[in-house]
């Protein structure tokens, strides 16, 4: 809700009113782990179609 108010398009990945993730476009994901399968999903298909990924995690080296 706060990117929205910086006046950026926003969604929540998921939602039935979400469109798809393309080109352009940016996917913030928050990972205890940086390895949940739904996050890495996630992340995997928005690399697939060029878009930013940015993964705030508490493991260093995750995926």
């Known amino acids: 809700m706060r990117i929205m108010h910086l ?3 926003t969604h929540v990945l998921g ?3 979400a469109p798809s993730v393309r080109s352009g476009d940016g996917l913030f994901i928050i990972s ?3 390895t ?3 996050s890495t999903s996630f992340a995997r ?3 697939a179609q ?3 990924v940015a993964l705030l995690t508490s ?3 995750s995926p």
């Open 45 to 47: 298909i928005a690399r």
């Open 7 to 9: 006046g950026f398009e």
């Open 36 to 38: 949940s399968p739904i």
């Open 15 to 17: 939602e039935a009113t």
């Open 32 to 34: 205890n782990s940086g």
């Open 59 to 61: 493991t260093p080296n």
């Open 50 to 52: 060029s878009a930013t």
